[in-house]
């Protein structure tokens, strides 16, 4: 399935530069060869409207509209419950930095669901979050038992689905082979239900080698970083990365992955849905220590929950991007860690971790939407 996804993105790709007739005998060629995810429609476009200009998009006013008042009338979940699906015994960090950055950002409520290795140490962190310590990876489980364990998984963290307004799949997720068969099982139900999935880390690595995880999902957002990017790109349209047309090569992934929206990270945030490319470019900081993307997940998942509400009460949704709540999510998500990061950077210099900037979280969205 995804070889065949592979072999017809690059055809797409091809065709973009080339002439006319060539497009018009690709277009045939490919039209023959078989199936993927994408209607013909989509094909159309994708064939037709590669030619993409990233612009750069007022993130502060995105922030501005979707974050929600501070009205007493609420009660505890209206401002976001968010789930993070990652923690093994390798990484404790990562899960952790995504689910606190929801909550400092103004979530009521964050989940982790982690190895039972991860989830005492996890605890030990912080009291706010709420730890389910129900993944299991292969040298805990018999082989005869297999199919009882993530059976039980899915039932453990199937429970809880409903209430979640965004998971996060992949922070510090690791790569057994047993729980990356367990977290596609959690991933197709989340979709059953329609709930929003961010998907970041070893999330990535898993949507990677099955790309029909997430294939025609408008609620995936995937963030890959360098090496992810990389990978996805190479796996999904069969060729290199191509920095010289940056732009339109990562419109055609979105459009090869059918509707999902990516959030390619770097120097600057490039983020399409398949239909526009946005940028987010404000200084954040010299600095690269590991987590800033975990932090970028977490938030990502908490703007997109405020931007589905805030489009749902004002009747906003159009399918254009600057309505697609999960484009929304990314550049609001992306402009607040950049702010944070720098002011974190303003004071810390080269001694930034991502806790100092996970601190000024807080900060940084008072500036941009104040409180009261
Ligand atoms: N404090 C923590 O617990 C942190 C944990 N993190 C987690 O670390 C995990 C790995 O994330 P990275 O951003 O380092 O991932 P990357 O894919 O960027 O890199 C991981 C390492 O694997 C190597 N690699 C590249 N391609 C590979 C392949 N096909 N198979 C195996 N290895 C490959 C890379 O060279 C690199 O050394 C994720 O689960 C991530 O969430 C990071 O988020 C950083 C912070
Ligand atoms: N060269 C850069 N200059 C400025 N900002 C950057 C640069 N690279 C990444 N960033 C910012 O840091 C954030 C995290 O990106 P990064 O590439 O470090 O993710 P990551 O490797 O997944 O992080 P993590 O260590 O959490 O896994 C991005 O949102 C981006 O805004
Ligand atoms: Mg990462």
Not at 177 to 189: A, E, N, Y
Not at 266 to 281: A, R, Y
Request: hydrophobic share 40%; proline share 3%.
């Amino acid at each position: 399935m995804s070889g065949s996804i592979a072999s017809s993105g690059c055809l797409e790709y091809c065709m973009w530069a080339s002439s006319a007739v060539v497009r018009r005998q690709l277009f045939l060629i490919r039209s023959l060869g078989g199936s993927c995810c994408r209607t013909h429609s989509h094909r159309m476009r994708g064939i037709q409207g590669a030619n993409a200009v990233a612009s750069e998009t007022d993130a502060e006013s995105i922030i501005r509209r979707v974050t929600p008042a501070l009205d007493p009338i609420r009660y505890k979940g209206q401002a976001g419950k968010i789930a993070v699906i990652g923690g093994c015994r390798e990484y404790t960090g990562a899960p952790y930095f995504a689910a606190i950055s929801a909550l400092k950002l103004g979530a009521d409520l964050s989940h982790v669901f982690c190895t039972k290795d991860a989830a005492t140490v996890i605890k030990s962190y912080s009291p706010e979050l709420i730890v389910h310590p129900v993944l299991e990876e292969s040298y805990s489980v018999r082989d005869d038992e297999r199919d009882s364990v993530s059976a039980k998984v899915l039932a453990e963290v199937g429970k809880w689905m409903e209430r979640f307004d965004c998971i996060v799949v992949g922070p510090g997720l690791g790569r057994d082979p047993f729980l990356m068969g367990c977290v596609s099982d959690i991933m197709r139900h989340a979709r059953q239900l329609s709930i929003p999935i961010v998907i970041d880390g070893d999330g990535l690595f898993l949507v990677t080698n099955n790309l029909d995880l997430v294939c025609g999902n408008p609620l995936a957002v995937l963030t890959p970083n360098i090496n992810e990017y990389k990978r996805l790109v190479e796996k999904a349209l069969d060729c290199e990365v191509n920095d010289e047309d940056s732009t339109n090569q990562l419109q055609l992934l979105a459009r090869r992955i059918d509707g999902v929206t990516i959030l390619r990270k770097g120097k600057s945030d490039f983020i399409s849905d398949g239909e526009t490319v946005k940028s987010v470019s404000t200084f954040g900081s010299p600095r690269r220590c590991g987590g800033q993307g975990d932090i970028l997940s977490g938030s990502v998942a908490v703007f997109i929950s405020w931007a589905r509400r805030h489009l749902l009460s004002t009747k906003e949704a159009t399918g254009k991007s600057l309505s697609n709540p999960m484009v929304l999510g990314c550049i609001a998500g992306s402009a607040l860690l950049r702010r944070a990061a720098a002011l974190a950077f303003q004071n810390k210099k080269r001694a930034t971790l991502t806790t100092d900037i996970i601190e000024y979280l807080g900060k940084s969205l008072e500036d941009i939407c104040p409180a009261e």
